[in-house]
């Protein structure tokens, strides 16, 4: 769709209806500000429709965040900061004394970060306001329809009732999701844990470790830090699982502390105390016509290993380009069906996590707990299982479909490479393009600049080109989002170039495509050179 009529669509009986924006995200969590804020720095109209008033809550459920959605947020400027307030870990002990080490992760951030959600809100929600975002705060959705040219979504406010359309909409609005219901997806599950207690506290003993966790035969518990001398404690007893709607006090979260983690740390002046329970849950389809779902209204699943935020901002990053594409006029409406190949097993895969981990956890007899013990041991002896196992906590071991006959990097995480002139491949992620890395001894591309100097001369307003720091010969295509969309070793000139010319066409619908790719062309001296690294 064009950009003139890109805000204008036209309903079933074909009459013509004014969009009022291109995109309507309903949740003003992080995924949704991570979502909105990609899109409207790609240039589109994002309403964004919270049922919250504005100022954002301090009562958190999020505390740990992965290296791949730190690598997600470098690529949008915003990840240095995030780590200066929080609390990098290179150690993870979980349940039964098994030990994840992110620091042999090749990664920029080798390590878990400690920090609160609202932290990560606070960054995403400071981007997407600079970028354009309109915040409709205050804003409760009832409902949506949706046509041939467009979605529409009725909200109330407290001024009354009112309707926005778009393009497209987008539900991150979590578990009680209006969307998801608007659209009549199932949500099928059930509950793994009840009578799960949460609180905030302060502490007279500072724990050894600012993300502390633990299970005994009776009971398991987290102490995570705030940094600002409140503690998050998630705790659950197996023998005191009472309904959700019972009361909850400090007395109860020190016993179940104390038979976790054999200490109780002095708590004191709980800010606040709650029960609820925890499910495992994930609707069949990520997308229902012009509709999408995203974060916690997609899936949803016990705390164990620290997935629910990071999995939904994963979810937005991949959403987020491809609507941009779109809505661009750069690629077809078919590609945002890959959202639901891509992000749908990605999905399913944490809630399998997540929910072993929770049922090592609870194992309750003797024999159990001795096959705990066994797999942690496993887990800390064997390097290839301890790597596999920290691959897929941390997200970077998610990889794509490629399809047939495409190359081994293809819909594999590309790490921050190393480019010549100084730079990094995530720090040109942050103008939100393709970036297409080739040999330092290509002739004729044009190169962006990463090390400082001159403004950035990408090829077009599409593709940012750039050249391996090291002698490698492979040619790389990485979307926006951090993943390899194509890849080649080939060094004949006509097998290279015409390679190059269909995945720049495909992948970027972009008119200069074909004399990009006629310009990469291997000098006569490098046509068999061996690859580098």
């Given at each position: ?7 204008t ?64 947020l ?22 039964g ?8 992760l ?13 932290e ?68 099928p ?30 009971a ?68 229902v016509?012009?509709?999408f779902?995203?974060g916690d209204?997609a ?66 007899t ?49 790490p ?118």
């Open positions: 769709m064009d950009a003139m009529n890109r805000r669509g036209r309903s079933d009986s074909g009459a013509a209806q004014a969009r009022d924006t291109d995109v309507i995200v309903v949740g003003a969590g992080p995924t949704g500000l991570l979502l909105a804020g990609d899109l409207a720095e790609a240039g589109l109209g994002v309403r964004l429709l919270e049922r919250r008033p504005a100022e954002i809550s301090n009562l958190t459920r999020a505390l740990v965040v992965h290296a791949r959605t730190l690598e997600q470098d690529a949008r400027g915003l990840a240095d900061e995030l780590i200066a307030g929080g609390h990098p870990l290179t150690g993870l002990r979980l349940f004394g098994a030990t994840i080490d992110p620091t042999q090749r990664t920029r951030f080798p390590f878990v970060l400690v920090t609160p959600q609202f990560v809100e606070r960054l995403l929600e400071r981007r997407a306001r600079r970028a354009g975002v309109t915040f409709c705060h205050g804003s409760e959705v009832l409902g949506l329809d949706q046509d041939a040219g467009g979605v529409t979504v009725r909200f109330r406010t407290a001024e009354g009732l009112g309707t926005v359309r778009a393009a497209y909409a987008v539900g991150t609005d979590g578990f009680r999701s209006t969307i998801r219901e608007a659209i009549g997806l199932p949500f599950g059930r509950s793994v844990i009840r009578s799960l207690v949460l609180a905030d506290v302060r502490l007279a003993q500072e724990p050894d470790s600012p993300l502390m966790v633990n299970a005994s035969g009776e398991f518990a987290l102490i995570a830090s705030f940094g600002d001398g409140w503690y998050r404690v998630i705790g659950w007893n197996r023998r005191r699982r009472a309904d959700e709607d019972a009361p909850a006090d400090l007395d109860e979260i020190r016993e179940l502390t104390r038979l976790a983690l054999g200490s109780d740390y002095g708590m004191h002046d709980a800010r606040w105390v709650s029960r609820f329970h925890s499910d495992e849950r994930q609707v069949p389809s990520y997308r016509g012009r509709v779902l995203a209204a899936h949803v699943h016990s705390p164990a290993g620290g997935l629910g935020m990071n999995t939904g901002l994963q979810d937005a990053a991949n959403l987020s380009w491809k609507l941009a594409a779109v809505l661009r006029g750069r690629a077809p409406d078919s590609l945002l069906d890959s959202y639901q190949t891509e992000r749908h097993p990605v999905g399913k895969q944490a809630l399998r996590s997540s929910g072993a981990l929770v049922r090592l956890a609870l194992l309750p003797a024999p159990g707990q001795a096959v705990r013990a066994l797999g942690a041991q496993l887990v800390n002896r064997l390097r290839p299982l301890s790597r596999r196992a920290i691959r897929t906590l941390t997200g970077i071991g998610i990889a794509y479909p490629a399809g047939p006959g495409a190359h081994p990097l293809a819909g594999r995480r590309a921050d490479i190393r480019l010549a002139g100084g730079g990094r491949l995530y720090e040109l992620l942050r103008q939100g393009r393709f970036v297409l890395i080739t040999p330092a001894d290509e002739p004729g591309v044009p190169r962006t600049p990463t090390g400082g100097g001159d403004a950035p001369r990408p090829a077009d307003d599409r593709v940012v080109t750039a050249s391996w720091r090291s002698a490698r010969r492979t040619a790389l295509l990485v979307r926006p989002d951090g993943y390899i969309a194509w890849a080649t070793d080939a060094t004949a000139p006509a097998e290279r170039t015409a390679a190059l010319r269909g995945a720049l066409a495909h992948w970027t619908g972009s008119e200069d495509g074909a004399s990009i790719a006629a310009a990469l062309t291997p000098p006569a001296h490098a046509a068999n050179t061996p690859a580098g690294r």
